[in-house]
């Protein structure tokens, strides 16, 4: 079963940090492109970045370019996404998807995704 988990939400300060991770299974993880996208109340979603499969070229949205900085452990089958200077504009739901074509900021071109983690900032 393919399956993407993500983990490390909660409530944070402004200003603060934060470490989202994702976790993969089931798919030949180092084979796929990983992208990040949240989804605000009310809002669309959104891209926050990506990394390539091999060697870890990143792409980040000029939103957050900056202050994000993703990462990824192929033996560990898992995605990082740092956040830095976290602002109330960051509250979102973040989820973590797989693309077997590369990376993107289109999400329909990721097959996989996960349930998503809760990111609250408060001001």
């Known amino acids: 079963q393919v399956q993407l988990v993500e983990s490390g939400g909660g409530l944070v300060q402004a200003g603060g940090s934060l470490t989202l991770s994702c976790a993969a299974s089931?798919?030949?993880?180092?084979?796929?492109?990983m992208g990040w996208f949240r989804q605000a109340p009310g809002k669309g979603r959104e891209f926050v970045g990506a990394i390539d499969w091999s060697p870890g070229r990143t792409y980040y949205a000029d939103s957050v370019k900056g202050r994000i900085t993703i990462s990824r452990d192929n033996a560990k089958n898992t995605v990082y996404l740092q956040i830095h200077s976290l602002k109330p504009e960051d509250t979102a739901v973040y989820y973590c998807a797989a693309s077997a074509d590369g990376i993107s900021s289109r999400d329909y071109e990721y097959t996989v995704w996960g349930q998503g983690t809760q990111v609250t900032v408060s001001s």
């Open positions: 089931g798919l030949t993880f180092r084979s796929y492109g």
